[in-house]
């Protein structure tokens, strides 16, 4: 009995850890980026993990008065990330970081933003997946 109590709980971890590379491989096929602020204009994404210089540093003046203004390095502009959500999906919140793949662009094309607002990054992306974290 106790031998396959052994087995048993040898094959779990076996499992358990099987799974767990599988998704840590998965992310390196991704970009990572901090969910910094949504907007009707877009969302400022702020990249992480990654010595390239994508975007630039934007200052968030959308504070409420009397709080210090924020600089994040090497924040793009993305499309609304709501069009990547199903209805039945908890959206990712500001603070968040997701998984994504991008390419530059002038003006977006999918889940352009609904108002034309300034103060956000010049450096626009479209997001072309994103990883399921849930």
Avoid at 3 to 11: D, E, G, M, Q, V
Avoid at 24 to 45: A, H, M, Q, R, W
Avoid at 64 to 89: K, M, Q, W
Wanted: charged fraction near 20%; proline fraction near 3%.
């Amino acid at each position: 009995m106790n031998a396959i109590i052994k087995i048993l709980l040898i094959f779990g971890i076996f499992i358990c850890t099987a799974f767990s590379c599988e998704k840590i491989s998965e992310k390196e096929n991704y970009f990572s980026g901090k969910i910094i602020k949504f907007t009707c204009g877009g969302t400022v994404l702020q990249f992480i993990n990654t010595n390239e210089v994508i975007g630039e540093t934007w200052n968030n003046f959308m504070v409420s008065h009397g709080s210090p203004i924020i600089s994040y390095p090497n924040c793009v502009l993305a499309g609304n990330l709501h069009t990547f959500f199903r209805a039945d999906e908890i959206w990712e919140k500001e603070g968040d970081t997701i998984f994504f793949n991008y390419r530059k662009v002038d003006f977006f094309t999918v889940g352009g933003p609904w108002c034309d607002i300034g103060g956000l990054p010049k450096t626009h992306i479209e997001i072309s997946d994103i990883l399921d974290s849930k």
